[in-house]
């Protein structure tokens, strides 16, 4: 007689040989859960729809990942694997599970797992994700889109589960919302400035780095904790091998926050001090996600989210960070390859090095090339003792390549002579905006940048349109010694709620431009596929940026002409550097409502931004 027993211990046993037993980070609770939350949810989940509790045969979880769990649901018979219409919960694998999945998906990512039979050699798998506040579920794949069908590891499970797009938007949702939520936390109890703000998240997040701070830092009184706080920092920027004539550079902005007197004071709310808070807090909603996608600079997200309650300091310092798309497309566009050595003279935050160190990782076959690309390829000039620090500790996050970062100006001929020793064939540039201080105009910055790369080196930046449609004698003297080989007119509300138009310049370094040789590429790159939200910002809402992104390239690298979308001519430093200025117009599609719209626009840009 088939046994349902039988079938969870042929799931135990496979459990075990996978080592989800054996790992301390993974928990596997049976038939109930110590987890208050997940209680809370199955409290009334009975298979039996009277109420009362019901719960999966195993709920697995880790606190490294706090926001996914894995349960499963056992039967004895192959036959009891799945209904037709996936509603007979009670007596079949896959339509029971889901029943719990939907329940615990209200707090949590949960993969499914329904699993029938008596034997390892008749055992019926499926796989499926249901994801946080999903409407519905769907298969479990991996990355390039197969169906799972058998029992995996933990850390397979959680990373198809983490890279399924919606899971993804999702937690980038959350993250995003936190970041408001925190800032306004840090605003009202910490009694930080602006600058302090990110340089505390940038720091929990190195010292959460440290496992053994990670579990022990509850342990602490609250003074004693802001000491162990920054010394865990310094600890941690010694083991990422920092050079010592820069160590003093990356961790000296973190001091202040180290005494600060609000931080490790214990109060009535938050008898552990508010220190301990924030990283309580940073540690259950933000380290899953850095630890997980890899690629994603979240200190600059939280410093781009910090800015918008931030209007004097943004304004001052033309400070506009790059969005994390932008910087993909640059790589993109460079081509970065696994032996490049790239560059950013303005690093920020270092968006530009992550992208560019993400593309050529993933080209790295032997762990020799993975050395090279972190210690040697990549390249950063940043002046902001603060902005600095963040980087420092971005590239640390992100798996290392902070040991070529110089803190100083990029205009410093001591930075100058060591940077060319790199020998740098790839240059990405998001200058700070000059707003209309000619000493510091972004073409001072593009031409900068192109000087510091060998012949032939692709040099790409993003500034105002206005250095592309303003006579500017920079411009001359840009073409004098550098070719311009693209423009690319980007989305008017790309960097919102920053209200600067900009555009994307191609150049070939060391090459002079010559106007009757060959036509510039311009492309009309007005629409990326996102939009603007009242909360988010701008969002890519209906998964549309891949598709239009690899139609952007394709369209570049081949030079294509698209009516609408781009062409080619020849220009000197006296023409306009966009494709509005060469592209046809369909003049049969223009209302009298747009025509006015369009130079009431022109005039305003042109009052605001003092031209003629």
């Known amino acids: 007689m088939k046994n349902e027993r039988i079938t969870e211990n042929l799931i135990r046993d496979i459990l075990r040989d996978l080592k989800y037993y054996d790992d301390p980070d993974i928990q596997v609770e049976e038939q109930k859960s110590q987890v208050a939350e997940i209680q809370k949810l199955l409290k009334g989940a009975s298979k ?113 589960g983490t890279f399924d797009p919606e899971v993804a938007q999702k937690r980038h949702d959350d993250l995003m919302a936190f970041s408001r939520e925190l800032h306004d936390f840090m605003r009202d109890h910490a009694k930080l400035t602006e600058s302090e ?78 220190l301990y808070e924030l990283i309580r807090m940073l540690n259950e909603k933000v380290w899953p996600f850095i630890s997980v996608y890899h690629d994603f600079d979240v200190v600059g997200q939280f410093y781009g989210e910090f800015l918008k309650y931030t209007g004097g300091d943004k304004k001052a310092l033309g ?39 993400r593309h050529m990782l993933k080209q790295a076959v032997t762990n020799e090339e993975k050395k090279f690309i972190k210690r040697e390829a990549l390249i950063g000039v940043e002046q902001q003792p603060n902005m600095y620090a963040l ?11 902070k040991a070529n970062l110089h803190q100083g100006s990029c205009f410093d001929e001591g930075i100058i002579e060591a940077i060319k020793k790199y020998k740098c064939n790839i240059g990405m540039l998001n200058p700070p905006y000059s707003q209309g201080d000619i000493g510091l105009h972004e073409l001072i910055f593009v031409k900068h940048m192109l000087d510091c790369l060998v012949k032939g080196g692709t040099g790409i930046a993003i500034i105002p349109m ?58 009309y790159w007005k629409n990326d596929g996102f939009v603007k939200t009242k909360n988010k910002g701008r969002v890519d809402e209906n998964n549309r940026w891949t598709a239009i992104r690899d139609r952007w390239i394709e369209s570049y690298r081949n030079r294509e002409n698209i009516p609408g979308e781009s062409v080619k001519e020849y220009v000197t430093h006296l023409d306009e550097w966009c494709a509005e200025a060469y592209m046809e ?14 130079v009431k626009d022109y005039f305003m840009y042109k009052i605001t931004n003092n031209i003629g």
Not at 321 to 335: D, G, K, V, W
Not at 343 to 356: E, N, V, W
Not at 585 to 598: A, L, M
């Open 391 to 401: 980087a420092a500790s971005n590239m640390i996050l992100r798996g290392d390549g």
């Open 466 to 523: 206005s250095c592309a449609i303003s006579h500017h004698s920079l411009r001359d003297e840009i073409l004098r010694y550098h070719t311009l080989d693209a423009v690319m007119s980007m989305p008017d509300d790309l960097f919102h709620p920053v209200g600067v138009i900009t555009c994307i310049m191609v150049f070939k370094a060391h090459i002079p431009h010559s106007r009757s040789k060959q036509k510039v590429w311009f492309g």
């Open 48 to 160: 039996t729809g009277k109420g009362g509790k019901g719960a999966p045969e195993f709920i697995i979880h880790s606190h490294v990942t706090p926001d996914f769990l894995i349960v499963f649901e056992c039967k004895a018979d192959v036959n009891k694997h799945e209904s037709p219409n996936k509603d007979k919960i009670k007596e079949y694998a896959v339509d029971g599970v889901l029943h719990y999945a939907k329940k615990l998906s209200r707090s949590f990512n949960v993969i499914a797992v329904a699993a029938s039979g008596q034997s390892k050699s008749s055992l019926k798998i499926s796989n499926y994700i249901y994801p946080k506040e999903a409407d519905s579920h769907k298969p479990l794949s991996n990355k390039s889109g197969k169906i799972v069908s058998s029992l995996i590891q933990f850390d397979d499970y959680i990373e198809h």
């Open 197 to 274: 703000k990110p340089l505390l998240v940038s720091g929990t997040l190195i010292t959460l780095k440290n496992k053994a701070f990670a579990i022990s830092f509850d342990a602490y009184t609250p003074s004693e904790l802001q000491k162990e706080w920054m010394r865990v920092i310094k600890e941690e920027f010694k083991k990422a091998d920092i050079p010592h004539s820069k160590e003093y550079s990356m961790t000296q902005p973190y001091s202040s926050i180290a005494v600060h007197p609000e931080l490790g004071k214990p109060t009535k709310q938050y008898p552990k001090g508010i």
């Open 319 to 357: 400070i506009v960070l790059t969005p994390r798309h932008i910087t993909e497309l640059f790589s993109l566009l460079a081509n970065v390859q696994k032996d490049n050595h790239v560059l950013d003279i303005c690093a920020g935050t270092s968006g530009f090095l992550i992208s560019a160190m």
């Open 585 to 598: 117009t369909d003049y049969s599609s223009i209302s009298e409502k747009d025509f006015k719209n369009t």
